[in-house]
């Protein structure tokens, strides 16, 4: 009745195109956990290069850091002059600060209230 001349029925295309849609639904999620891990491990490295760098600068310059991203670029300590979480938008970038006196290095994401695997952990603080 709904066939071609070659005899593949109306019926058999949707079936076929059920299960392949089918398909596509099981296997989206996945796909999607795996980019968020793929974030995840982006925007920790990023902040562990961004951390370095203002180690660097405090132990060469002898002084606190208080700046960003673009200040440590000038300076030739990092790579790139705009450091950004891979999860949010080209404006997500990262907050920075070093104490020279007491060490301490904080590289915050800026996502880090809506992603709380976005949080580095520095050696110290794995107690």
């Known amino acids: 009745m709904f066939s071609n001349k070659r005899g593949i029925s109306i019926y058999l295309i949707i079936s076929i195109v059920g299960a392949l849609a089918l398909a596509f639904i099981l296997i989206l999620p996945q796909v999607m956990d795996v980019q968020k ?3 995840t491990e982006k925007c920790l490295k990023n902040m562990r290069e961004i951390e370095s760098a203002v180690r660097r600068y405090m132990n060469e310059q002898e002084e606190d850091f208080n700046g960003d991203a673009t200040d440590l670029f000038r300076n030739g300590y990092l790579r790139k002059a705009v450091y ?3 999860s949010g938008t ?3 970038r990262y907050f920075l600060q070093g104490n020279r006196s007491t060490g ?3 590289v915050t994401c800026p ?3 809506e992603l709380p695997d976005h949080v580095l952990k520095l ?3 794995d107690n």
Do not use: A, H, R
Request: aromatic share 0%.
């Open 37 to 39: 891990k793929e974030n």
């Open 104 to 106: 301490k290095v904080t």
């Open 111 to 113: 996502l880090e209230s």
């Open 84 to 86: 950004v979480c891979p």
């Open 123 to 125: 050696p110290s603080e």
């Open 90 to 92: 080209p404006e997500s």
